[in-house]
């Protein structure tokens, strides 16, 4: 990225802490804010009809932590980000870093590819995995797609992530550390 359009896009962020359990964001809430996580974990995540809560993401050091489509839609958040450990964000506003995109060609690629490969991508290979693949390979998947935070994340936050119980997910575990 030429130095005028880094210049321009770093100068809008500034420095954010999180303690742990402390929301980012709550559902229901308007949110304009975007986050560089720099350091610690936060967790994305909806409530359903029955009060239970269902990980969607989990934002860790050198990722973007925010509710895009609430964010594109201009609507009040359906989701709520928490953080899971104390955690360093490098926080901006989504609507002044659009409004570089005219100015700064750059900035709006990064975003494309940025949008497509953490989002878009993601996301539905997450749904194929859903829909095609038992417990055990959604759980190999996590492993792979998220290195090492099986041990910073509680039992529950990765069942709730994969769509099983706890008790499933120590099953899992157990069948892994056996073989």
């Not at 953490?118 to 859903?130: A, G, P, T, Y």
Request: hydrophobic share 40%; glycine share 4%.
């Amino acid at each position: 990225m030429p130095e005028d359009a880094w210049a321009a896009f770093a100068g809008l962020f500034h420095v954010k802490h999180l303690d742990e359990g402390e929301f980012y964001l709550l559902e229901g809430a308007p949110t304009q804010q975007v986050a560089f996580v720099c350091e610690g974990l936060v967790r994305c995540y909806f409530t359903g009809p029955d009060g239970k809560e269902y990980n969607k993401v989990f934002f860790h050091e050198s990722t973007i932590a925010a509710a895009f489509s609430s964010l594109l839609r201009r609507e009040p958040s359906n989701l709520s980000l928490q953080a899971l450990e104390d955690s360093v964000l490098l926080e901006a506003n989504f609507f002044d870093i659009v409004d570089l995109f005219d100015a700064f060609r750059d900035i709006e690629r990064f975003y494309r590819i940025y949008l497509e490969q953490n989002w878009v991508l993601r996301k539905q290979e997450r749904e194929l995995r859903f829909a095609m693949t038992d417990a055990e390979a959604r759980y190999r998947a996590f492993l792979n797609e998220y290195p090492g935070l099986d041990q910073r994340i509680s039992q529950y936050h990765i069942a709730s992530h994969l769509g099983i119980t706890p008790t499933q997910l120590s099953r899992i575990r157990a069948r892994r550390t056996r073989t």
